[in-house]
């Protein structure tokens, strides 16, 4: 009986020191999970806002520059150098990712409460984001802007070369008034990009809600510069293919 007895003590400590190791393991494994998580989306974080992000094209308003679905990565190092003094302005011709204000975008602008931050802090594709443009700087501070019907882009009286666009506009913007949220503020007068603030147009011009839309664009809504194209989905076949069936038969 005592042997039985002592048998039985024994498995009990046996089975908590088991209970006790589990659970001790199973801690450790959470806390190394939520490490593990924390150093992810710090080291995200860092990246997205410091250096880099990675952005694709919904729509059609930079055709033929950029292609639905195009994917590309959007730096943001010089954009953080000139905070600091650098100098590294903003240039015509650049191609910018911005957050549009609100009478570019259906009257929504930037959300700020917690859960928006942290979703455009990390990007991540399950937080719901706010929306971004990415369109063609064509107006610096000072600049006097005229879109002539049928010509082009006029900056302080000079036709802008640019043969990245689509089309010439099928329209004339030559006044404030000329530009829809302009004209329901009652303001006149001619186009005059105000300091602080961009002129921005998409290269495919006849399909673009651009500033000839919604006006200038203030550079604190600036995300950053495109820099290069990283993905671009080939739907054609090649030409060469076509005519060469009968070389390329696999």
């Not at 009986?1 to 498995?11: G, I």
């Not at 942290?118 to 594709?125: E, I, K, V």
């Not at 004339?172 to 009652?186: A, F, H, K």
């Amino acid at each position: 009986m005592q042997l039985q007895e002592e048998l039985k003590q024994e498995n009990e400590s046996n089975n908590k020191e088991i209970k006790t190791s589990f659970k001790t393991k199973a801690s450790l494994l959470f806390k190394e999970i939520i490490e593990l998580i924390l150093v992810t989306l710090l080291l995200l974080i860092v990246i997205r806002q410091g250096f880099i992000e990675a952005r694709y094209i919904p729509s059609e308003s930079m055709v033929p520059t950029l292609k639905v679905n195009d994917r590309l990565i959007v730096e943001k190092v010089t954009k953080n150098l000139s905070l600091v003094g650098f100098n590294f302005p903003i240039q015509r011709g650049d191609i910018v990712v911005f957050y549009p204000p609100p009478e570019g975008n259906h009257g929504k602008d930037l959300h700020h409460d917690p859960l928006s931050i942290f979703a455009r802090w990390t990007g991540l594709p399950f937080l719901p984001q706010d929306d971004a443009y990415i369109k063609r700087v064509i107006g610096l501070p000072g600049d006097i802007i005229e879109i002539h019907k049928g010509e082009g882009v006029f900056i302080n009286g000079m036709l802008l070369i640019e043969p990245y666009v689509n089309e010439v506009p099928d329209y004339t913007c030559i006044n404030l008034e000329d530009i829809p949220s302009y004209r329901r503020q009652g303001k006149t007068g001619k186009i005059i990009v105000p300091k602080g603030h961009l002129f921005m147009m998409g290269d495919n011009r006849n399909r673009s809600q651009d500033s000839h839309v919604w006006g200038f664009l203030d550079k604190k809504r600036i995300v950053g510069r495109a820099a290069v194209i990283v993905w671009r989905t080939l739907k054609e076949k090649p030409i060469l293919f076509q005519h060469t069936q009968k070389l390329l038969n696999f």
